[in-house]
């Protein structure tokens, strides 16, 4: 059985076949950006996600006819807080409002009272980043589009309805609106009041791991894809990542650094005494959860240490950042990167904060500062992971993936900043797609479980194992405990 997995994040949108033991028969991949515009708003054209769907779709199908082959299901993970207003047929009322977004920034102020109330209910603290006060901007600013709207939808139910027509979310989109009860799993009332946003303007809420609906005779047409094979809705891309890695029982947790950083343990309920420092979601698993850190930015900063510090070809420019951080000795003779850029996200949710080096003298190199980027960003996963495991208990197996893991040094600044083992998929990161694979797997009846679907992927030697340098344990305690000092006495 031959699943096409979409995986839909921030930078790009890739389609991946997937054969029945996991194996990838076919991968095509389309790039584009958002807008990052004044006053910290970010933008996207919807069209940018139907058009390369349909190319997606497209091209799968022509392979699959080349080879013989059929496509027998979808299965969709998806970036997972901005919204797109829509019409009764789907169509597109305004540019998508982003996950980075922060115009709503002034509504989060305002709803700071109601914090604690709001936290109790959702998992999560108020934020810019979760997709509810993003619709309470909408409502206020443009409220002539907002009658007009039929939905608010995701970016993923955003493709849900041009793959199926049908307007359907699933619950770990939901719980990163602060819209849906986390308990509950259900638009809560007294949320939707509190937003200003009424529920018939949602999408209707569906366990995620489960078919959604179908892919719709129009959709069939514009790709050559079958009409009427079956869409799975496998859970948003930090989710879906957390599965593909193997968190899926306790004990285990993922480390994902891309764009953004997420850490995602798995829990099997909610916590009864749930604090405001992390954020607790519904898991890819139906029913289960996972409790969630996140960094606003992280391959994004290395991206900005590549074009302001580095002006090599494109072409040479990680190969010649990379370079330039193992020229730096560990704790990058004493430089220092505030990593928050973007704003702050876990603990504390600080959109105000802003990036900063400090320790700087006349003997700092260009070098250094790239090597302290990546260490403050693996000191501030370092907070997330402490924040973590005050709920979970010490993690006995710890995953790490996405983009900056394809760089060795960084992975090993991990392990001596956390003084833990860590695990990485030898596949080099594709740990997203494979959860959205095997999410599918379970769901059609192809394997008994995730586990097994995993192992079957996997093979017999799936990681690389990066072990941490005990000489290097009272350099890093020293860093991050001073960059914590710094945070606090410039940022708050």
């Known amino acids: 059985m031959n699943i096409l997995v979409i995986d839909v994040g921030t930078s790009s949108i890739r389609g991946v076949l997937f054969g029945t033991a996991g194996e990838q028969r076919f991968v095509h991949q389309i790039s584009y950006q958002p807008d990052f515009l004044d006053g910290g708003w970010v933008e996207q054209d919807p069209s940018d996600w139907s058009d390369t769907l349909t190319e997606i779709?497209?091209?799968?199908?022509?392979?699959?006819?080349?080879?013989?082959?059929?496509?027998?299901?979808?299965?969709?993970?998806?970036?997972?807080?901005?919204?797109?207003?829509?019409?009764?047929?789907?169509?597109?009322l305004r540019r998508a409002i982003m996950w980075q977004d922060k115009r709503n920034a002034s509504i989060v102020s305002e709803l700071k009272p109601r914090e604690a109330r709001i936290n109790a209910l959702t998992g999560a603290r108020v934020n810019t980043v979760f997709s509810g006060s993003k619709m309470t901007w909408f409502r206020r600013n443009q409220p002539e589009l907002y009658q007009k709207t039929y939905k608010i939808c995701t970016i993923a139910d955003y493709i849900t309805h041009q793959i199926t027509g049908q307007f359907r979310t699933d619950h770990t989109y939901g719980s990163r609106s602060l819209l849906m009860n986390v308990r509950t799993r259900a638009w809560e009332k007294e949320l939707l009041d509190l937003f200003e946003v009424e529920e018939e303007k949602l999408c209707e809420l569906v366990q995620p791991g489960g078919i959604i609906g179908t892919v719709t005779p129009a959709f069939a047409q514009k790709t050559g894809l079958p009409e009427g094979i079956p869409l799975i809705s496998a859970g948003g891309d930090q989710q879906c990542a957390a599965l593909g890695h193997g968190v899926t029982g306790p004990g285990t947790l993922e480390i994902t650094t891309g764009t953004g950083a997420f850490l995602l343990g798995y829990c099997a309920q909610v916590p009864e005494q749930l604090g405001s420092g992390v954020i607790c979601g519904a898991h890819a698993i139906p029913e289960r959860y996972v409790l969630e850190t996140s960094m606003l930015t992280c391959a994004a900063l290395y991206n900005w240490g590549k074009r302001t510090l580095f002006s090599e070809e494109p072409s040479e420019l990680y190969e010649t950042i990379n370079r330039g951080v193992t020229l730096s000795p560990p704790g990058a003779r004493g430089c220092i990167a505030l990593p928050y850029f973007q704003g702050r996200g876990t603990p504390d949710w600080n959109a105000s904060a802003t990036g900063a080096f400090l320790?700087?003298?006349?003997?700092?190199?260009?070098?250094?500062?790239?090597?302290?980027?990546?260490?403050?960003?693996?000191?501030?996963?370092?907070?997330?992971?402490?924040?973590?495991?005050?709920?979970?208990?010490?993690?006995?197996?710890?995953?790490?993936?996405?983009?900056?893991?394809?760089?060795?040094?960084?992975?090993?600044?991990?392990?001596?900043?956390?003084?833990?083992?860590?695990?990485?998929c030898a596949d080099h990161g594709e740990q997203t797609a494979l959860g959205a694979w095997a999410s599918a797997a379970v769901a059609l009846g192809m394997y008994r479980d995730y586990e097994q679907a995993l192992d079957a992927q996997r093979g017999a030697e799936p990681f690389e194992q990066y072990l941490p340098n005990p000489e290097h344990r009272a350099l890093y305690q020293e860093r991050r405990t001073r960059m914590n000092t710094l945070y606090r006495a410039i940022m708050c």
């Open 57 to 92: 779709g497209q091209r799968t199908a022509a392979f699959c006819r080349e080879q013989g082959i059929g496509v027998d299901a979808l299965s969709l993970t998806c970036q997972r807080s901005s919204i797109i207003p829509v019409d009764e047929k789907g169509n597109p």
């Open 359 to 424: 320790g700087l003298t006349l003997g700092t190199t260009r070098e250094d500062m790239a090597r302290a980027l990546l260490e403050g960003i693996a000191c501030e996963a370092g907070n997330n992971l402490e924040e973590l495991e005050r709920y979970t208990g010490p993690m006995e197996q710890i995953y790490v993936g996405g983009g900056l893991t394809k760089f060795p040094t960084f992975n090993q600044i991990q392990a001596d900043v956390y003084q833990r083992s860590l695990l990485r």
